[in-house]
């Protein structure tokens, strides 16, 4: 070991978006008060992180466990949560400690507007995301989830269709989409309603997985943000490997004086990033 001098960076725009920032900040803050905390679903899709908050007394529960929940404290995480939710915990006593991502709120808000106008929408995105689930709770469960335009060839689509997108999803697919829909004839009212902070990252990414010989993309697997930037990476530098945490590194990836870039999804926390910098620092 120790002959592989490897020169290692990491994205200093990857890491933890702002939505889920804010939602790991209430849980520890609560956490430190009361010691035990539930939250419905991960905090964060991303097992190592979920696994450190466990440790400090995080509860995850499901939707099943919380009919059965009684006068408790339950986070709501950063993707939101349908309206039947905030039903439940008022029949149920339970104080919910709301960290939806104000993006997503705002994207709730917007489609529950469409609804309301009887328009006929469409969400592009992940069947059965966390962040998805709420969205279509907003349209009682009536609007046309995709996460592939393929899926909507043997569909009779009315001749209007307003198109939203979940907050984490691929911009370049988006307008793929958008195009193909109006190509396709169709009336189409699209909302670009991609977080910034996610598509900023689409068009940092590619500048800096040019620089490296190899990139180390860090994420959880159940990322939908993660899978996006991955593949970003991977189609400016070829040489890109997915890692979920330390153990999957191997010294075979490398070759002596390579310089390494470490990146990561909006739900990789940055000590997971400096763990495998200290890891690949030991080459």
Known sequence: MGSYQLQVTIDKDSGFCFGVIYAIDMAEDILEEDGYLYCLGDIVHNDEEVERLKARGLRIIDHQELKNLHNEKVLIRAHGEAPDTYRTALENNITLIDASCPVVLKLQNRIKTSFDAKEKILIFGKHGHAEVIGLQGQTNNEALVFQDIAELDNIELPQNITLYSQTTKSMEKFYQVKEELTARGYELNANDTICRQVSNRDKDLPAFAKNFNKI?????????????????????????YFISSTSELQQSMFA????????GATSTPMWLMEEVKAELERY
């Open 256 to 263: 002596p004086g390579d310089k390494v870039g470490i990146a």
């Open 216 to 240: 180390v993309f860090v994420s959880g697997v159940k990322s939908s943000n993660g899978k996006v930037l991955f593949e970003v990476c991977r189609k400016h530098n070829p040489n890109t």
